[in-house]
């Protein structure tokens, strides 16, 4: 397994809040497996195969998804941190998996990977209610569910 460096576009309120973001990989052939959920890179989820263009520090600077898994990413900013534990717990027993919340950051964010074996509305039934008292905020950066 090796780790690839994805390099990150800034827009003009620095976001996201890093230059790059390294996911373990696979190689399998000329192509790489995510084995990690992103909470940056866009587009990706775990299991998907790529292929990746990288610069001459070996950064990926550009990707392509050859053959996209069925799972889905999910990122999740959580304005109120009370409300990580529980809901990452809830998503855990769905048996999604999570990454973070990353520290040194005034809000804590993480990155979900829902299995394609996991009913999505089982997933939005415990975000949804965090989302709408302003809890947490929710993106779908690489969203491949169809049960919802």
Request: aromatic fraction near 8%.
């Amino acid at each position: 397994m090796i780790e690839l460096m994805f390099n990150l576009e800034q827009n003009e309120d620095d976001w996201p809040p890093v230059g790059a973001e390294g996911l373990w990989c696979e190689p399998v052939n000329s192509l790489y497996r995510v084995e990690t959920c992103p909470v940056f890179v866009k587009g990706i989820s775990i299991g998907d195969l790529i292929e990746a263009e990288t610069d001459e520090d070996g950064r990926v600077f550009q990707f392509t998804v050859a053959e996209p898994s069925a799972n889905s990413t999910v990122w999740l900013i959580f304005w109120d941190k009370s409300a990580i534990d529980p809901a990452l717990q809830a998503l855990r027993s769905l048996d999604c998996d999570t990454t973070g919340p990353l520290e040194g950051m005034e809000a804590k964010i993480c990155s979900v990977n829902v299995p394609a074996a996991v009913e999505f509305t089982k997933v939005d039934a415990v975000l949804e209610p965090l989302e709408q008292s302003e809890r947490i905020a929710v993106a779908y950066p690489s969203y491949r569910h169809t049960d919802s």
